[in-house]
Antibody, heavy 120, light 107 residues
C-alpha cells in the first residue's frame, strides 16, 4: 500500500537550515506530483511546496518563497524540502503528501509528519 | 492569491445531527475543491475532491456540493467517529490554499 515516511525534523536555531526527506513506496512515484504541507501547533494547515512529477516545476507560497526549495529523486522515490533562513514561525509539523496527478492538484495520501522547532 | 473563508470555526453538535460546513473562495475556482478530515495528532484524510466526488471508502453520509465560490460539506446523521476538524482546500490553477478549519465538537 502507499506509504510516505518523513524524516529530518529537529530543533534548529533561527537563521539556520534544515533538510527534510520523505521516502515513499507502494505507488509509481515518478508519475505523481508531491506536496509539502505544514501545521503549526494548534493551527490549521498551510501548503508549503508542490513539485511536479518530473521535478521540472515547483510552486511555493509567498511565506516560504526564496527560503524553501523542494526537490525529488525519482530513482530513490524520495522528495525533499530544503529549508533555509528558518524563522520561529516556521515551527510546525511538516507533512509530505502524494498528489493524484502529475502536475499538482489535491493529495490523497499523507505521511505521519515530522516536527520542526525553530528556537534560540 | 486565492483566499478561502471557512465557517463556522467551531460547530457544536449531537450524534445523529445533520451538519453543514461552508467554504467560500475569494474568486471562482470552478469545482477545484477538496475536503479533509483531521483528528488530533493525525495526518489529514481526504474525504471529497472536485467539490463533490466522494473518496473511495468514505461513508456516504459525507457529501460535498458547490461550484464557483461557494462550497459546502454536509454530514448527515453525525457519528461519534466524525467529531474532528474539517478543512477545505482549493487547488485552482497551480495555487493552493486551505480554509482555517471547522472543529465539530460534542454539544
Amino acid at each position: 500500500q502507499v506509504q510516505l515516511v518523513e524524516s529530518g525534523g529537529s530543533v534548529v536555531q533561527p537563521g539556520k537550515s534544515l533538510k527534510l526527506s520523505c521516502a515513499t513506496s507502494g505507488f509509481g512515484f515518478s508519475r505523481y506530483a508531491m506536496q509539502w504541507v505544514r501545521q503549526a501547533p494548534g493551527k490549521g494547515l498551510e501548503w508549503v511546496a508542490v513539485i511536479s512529477h518530473d521535478g521540472s516545476k515547483m510552486y511555493y507560497p509567498d511565506s516560504v518563497k526564496g527560503r524553501f526549495s523542494c526537490s525529488r529523486d525519482n530513482s530513490k522515490n524520495t522528495v525533499y524540502l530544503q529549508m533555509n533562513s528558518l524563522r520561529i514561525e516556521d515551527s510546525a509539523v511538516y507533512y509530505c503528501a502524494k498528489d493524484v496527478y502529475g502536475s499538482g492538484s489535491f493529495a490523497d495520501h499523507w505521511g505521519q509528519g515530522t516536527p520542526v522547532t525553530v528556537s534560540s | 492569491d486565492i483566499q478561502m473563508t471557512q465557517y463556522p470555526s467551531i460547530l457544536p453538535a449531537f450524534v445523529g445531527d445533520r451538519v453543514t460546513i461552508t467554504c467560500r473562495a475569494s474568486q471562482s475556482i470552478s469545482n477545484w475543491l477538496a475536503w479533509y478530515q483531521q483528528k488530533p495528532g493525525k495526518a489529514p484524510k481526504l474525504l471529497i475532491s472536485d467539490a463533490s466526488s466522494l473518496e473511495s471508502g468514505v461513508p456516504s453520509r459525507f457529501s460535498g456540493s458547490g461550484s464557483g465560490t461557494e462550497f459546502s460539506l454536509t454530514i448527515t446523521t453525525l457519528q461519534p467517529d466524525d467529531f474532528a476538524t474539517y478543512y477545505c482546500q482549493q487547488y485552482f490553477n497551480f495555487s493552493w490554499a486551505f480554509g482555517h478549519g471547522t472543529k465539530v465538537e460534542f454539544k
